[in-house]
């Protein structure tokens, strides 16, 4: 490694392991966001969660539990107010960091000198269509494609590592082949989403607007690390396996990093098939997992969006 003159401390950051297996988390910052839009699975977003002090001792647990990639997102975390001092104490406890957002607050000037400062390991953005007319549709609010368009302009000029989640649903699937041309015209990667999933709270709003000629079938679940090297954290600091599977859950600002030791037995009891669920011959092929198939069944939604019984 070439130091150029400086010492090693000031390019290398050492740290101790975690006591449990943890290396990613999720991190809800706030569940605000300045768009409202038709297919959110967020349902009501609310401004609320930690203070400055609450956020310092959440990243510190974080760190604490071994926690290298940090994703954080929304809501929309750029427009949270302490997001710019959040960010840049994750990176100096030495997280690589994505943020997932709506691309709206990135023309501002102190918002993508920061980025630039403090460079995201990727930052993903998400596309709700491809004019005016239909990205304020979707997001129902005036100027969305403006801000994005702009945000996104910038962010690639300034080198960024940009990702986009190109979400398609019965509002702006006409201009599907358009949002892709813009995401190569730019040369970015890009990953498509149709299946919405219902609200956090349980109810079905959101999947009237999934566009049925868009949606695709999942692969069998064949498991996933949540809980076990993987966990999520609500804007309270609330530890859970993932950000479906949301109770039971752990309070890291009260508990610490000794709370997670629970979570590897909340994730097993979560798995667990119940309800319509249990004796079921196919479950061995089942494409959602159990949280994700519970939230289907507490919203009522129809069987096929989520079960290979309401597909036969």
Request: hydrophobic residues 40%.
């Amino acid at each position: 490694m070439d130091l150029a003159g400086r010492r090693i401390s000031d390019v290398l950051l050492m740290r101790d392991a975690g006591p449990y297996e943890f290396s990613r988390a999720t991190w809800e910052i706030n569940l605000g966001c300045d768009f409202d839009c038709v297919m959110c699975y967020l349902g009501e977003k609310r401004f609320e969660g930690l203070d400055m002090d609450g956020k310092r001792k959440l990243l510190a647990v974080m760190r604490d539990a071994g926690v290298i990639w940090l994703q954080i997102t929304g809501g929309e975390p750029l427009i949270d107010p302490h997001f710019r001092e959040a960010y840049r104490l994750a990176h100096e406890l030495g997280m690589q960091v994505e943020v997932l957002s709506n691309g709206s607050r990135l023309h501002k000037h102190h918002m993508l000198n920061l980025l630039r400062t403090y460079p995201p390991t990727k930052l993903t953005l998400s596309m709700y269509g491809a004019t005016a007319e239909t990205y304020d549709a979707v997001t129902r609010r005036r100027g969305a494609y403006e801000r994005f368009a702009a945000g996104l302009q910038n962010a690639v000029a300034a080198g960024l590592n940009v990702d986009l989640s190109l979400i398609i649903v019965r509002g702006n699937a006409h201009e599907a082949d358009a949002m892709r041309d813009w995401a190569r015209s730019l040369g970015l990667r890009f990953r498509e989403y149709a299946n919405i999933s219902p609200t956090i709270h349980g109810t079905a709003e959101t999947l009237p607007q999934q566009s049925p000629e868009y949606l695709t079938h999942r692969q069998p679940f064949t498991g996933c690390p949540a809980g076990v090297t993987f966990f999520h954290s609500d804007p309270f600091g609330r530890a859970s396996i993932c950000k479906v599977g949301r109770e039971p859950n752990i309070d890291l600002i009260a508990e610490g990093v000794e709370g997670l030791a629970r979570l590897g037995g909340i994730a097993e009891s979560l798995m667990l098939r119940t309800g319509g669920c249990s004796g079921c011959e196919l479950s061995g092929t089942c494409r959602v997992c159990r949280p994700m198939a519970k939230v289907f069944q507490e919203a009522k939604a129809p069987l096929g969006n989520y079960c290979q019984h309401g597909m036969r």
